[in-house]
């Protein structure tokens, strides 16, 4: 985990180069660090810079003076993570009451994180998947293009266990995930590529215990090998809410280098995240089939919640301090993300 690099040397690189082509449009090219607004997007916008159709003639009149305006403003207050307004979501999402995966309230709910990332200027590409019952469920997607292609994917699922109104589990995921895509819709964040993925239809919707993490399973299934081999680790925010401990857990079938740097850097951060192996033959969220594909990932949460699957999971159970914890650090986590975490989460 390498030290962010100064924004402000950035904007120098990029404001120097620029003043060198004698164009002002290549700032713009750059780089991700400074993108127009809403450049962040669910399509995989890749290529633009060679796509570029300036052939400049002979540059006769003198390149124009760099200015300090290049910079959009961006406030310290904007760029952290804020608990309260995570907490909105969290309210906004639970209000809309138990969504089972494939039921009218769960679509209600990925409508909802669709018009709120719009709002932050993404265009959020949404994937309808069939269950084992016939119904639909589908996931919400966007991708933050980073410095690098190695892509770290976030996820949270959308859907609650009848007859719970799910605010622990997990509306707190929903609304940490939502904070965290405001936060880097200015794309000026992380280094690497995100993935931040909205997921339909985690929890088990019959008596089949294997019937679950629908929306996980076909976002894997459908991830082109290049995509697998880019694809740097994966965290499922689930139940971040509530309770005195932090917890990351894998099945400890695939790598478990992921986990590990959560608990080095969460001590780092003051945080003691303590290591449990999850039951089962599947998992117990959606980090399952990317651990199963062999891509480090981890679910992280809080794991002594006592209304776990009923009706009293409501908003007001979920505690703004212990979400606002983890958001915090979930941030600091993936904006230190660099080429050496990424060796290291390979194990290189
Ligand atoms: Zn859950």
Request: no cysteine; aromatic share 6%.
């Amino acid at each position: 985990m390498g030290r962010a690099l100064p924004r402000i040397a950035v904007v120098v690189v990029a404001v120097t180069l620029a003043a060198a082509l004698g164009w002002f449009g290549a700032v713009r090219l750059l780089g991700p660090r400074t993108p127009a607004p809403g450049a962040a997007t669910g399509t995989e916008v890749t290529g633009t810079a060679s796509s570029g159709t300036a052939t400049p003639a002979v540059e006769t009149t003198p390149p124009p003076e760099p200015t300090a305006t290049v910079e959009p403003t961006r406030t310290p207050e904007a760029e952290r993570f804020d608990a309260s307004r995570a907490m909105t979501h969290v309210r906004a999402v639970t209000a809309l009451g138990v969504r089972k995966g494939g039921s009218g309230a769960e679509s209600r709910a990925a409508a909802y994180v669709v018009d709120q990332l719009r709002a932050m200027g993404y265009e959020p590409k949404v994937e309808t998947f069939k269950l084992t019952n016939g119904a639909r469920s589908r996931n919400v997607v966007v991708r933050i293009p980073g410095e690098v292609e190695d892509v770290f994917v976030i996820g949270a699922h959308i859907d609650s266990k009848p007859p719970s109104p799910g605010g622990n589990d997990n509306a707190s995921g929903v609304g940490m995930l939502l904070e965290l895509a405001r936060v880097w819709s200015d794309g000026r964040g992380p280094r690497l590529t995100l993935e931040l993925v909205f997921f339909g239809s985690e929890e088990i919707i019959d008596g089949v215990s294997s019937h679950h993490h629908f929306g996980s399973r076909y976002r894997v299934s459908r991830m082109p090998e290049a995509e697998r081999g880019r694809t740097a680790g994966m965290i499922s925010l689930d139940m971040v809410g509530y309770g005195r401990t932090i917890n990351t857990r894998t099945m400890l079938r695939g790598p478990r280098s992921l986990s590990d740097m959560l608990i080095r850097e969460g001590r780092r951060a003051g945080l003691t995240i303590s290591f449990l192996k999850d039951g089962g033959r599947t998992g117990w969220s959606d980090h399952e089939p990317y651990e199963n594909a062999g891509i480090p990932a981890a679910w992280l949460g809080r794991q002594q919640d006592p209304v776990y699957h009923s009706a009293k999971d409501t908003a007001s159970h979920v505690q703004p301090d212990r979400l606002g914890q983890v958001g915090e650090f979930v941030q600091t986590f993936v904006e230190g993300l660099d080429g050496e975490a990424v060796a290291e989460l390979r194990g290189d």
